[in-house]
């Protein structure tokens, strides 16, 4: 019996659509229309769902700020997701990378400021 192939979105988000969502953030920030705070929040989730292929409304909505920071406390970041978090119920952990733990230490720490 051949096993039935699921569908495939033909939408694949790249690297210039990530930017693009970068740019527009920091756009709004300058032109007033988020604070530099929010800026900065929005920038580490688009960040981390692009590494970690996280959707915004299963599990990225339901992860804490104590999750992250917990994560950055230790010498390789690992980020903890537990399985009431995830929507199929699975816990895991994502190793990152420094290009993604740079803002988001930036942002938790409070070093976000005004250039």
């Given amino acids: 019996m051949v096993k039935e192939r699921k569908r ?3 939408r694949i988000v790249t690297k210039e659509d990530i930017s693009g969502v970068l740019k527009h953030i920091e756009q709004a920030q300058r032109q007033g229309e988020i604070d530099l705070e929010r800026s900065a929040q929005y920038s580490a989730l688009v960040l981390f769902g692009a590494h970690t292929g996280q959707r915004s409304e299963a599990t990225l909505s339901k992860l804490t700020v104590g999750q992250f920071r917990e994560a950055l406390a230790v010498d390789k970041p690992v980020l903890k ?15 990152c990378t420094l290009a993604l733990w740079k803002p ?6 409070g070093e976000v400021t005004a250039n």
Avoid: C, W
Wanted: aromatic share 8%.
């Fill in 8 to 10: 495939i979105t033909s």
């Fill in 104 to 109: 988001l230490n930036r942002y938790l720490l």
């Fill in 81 to 95: 997701v537990d399985s009431s978090q995830d929507e199929v119920r699975m816990s895991h952990t994502f190793p």
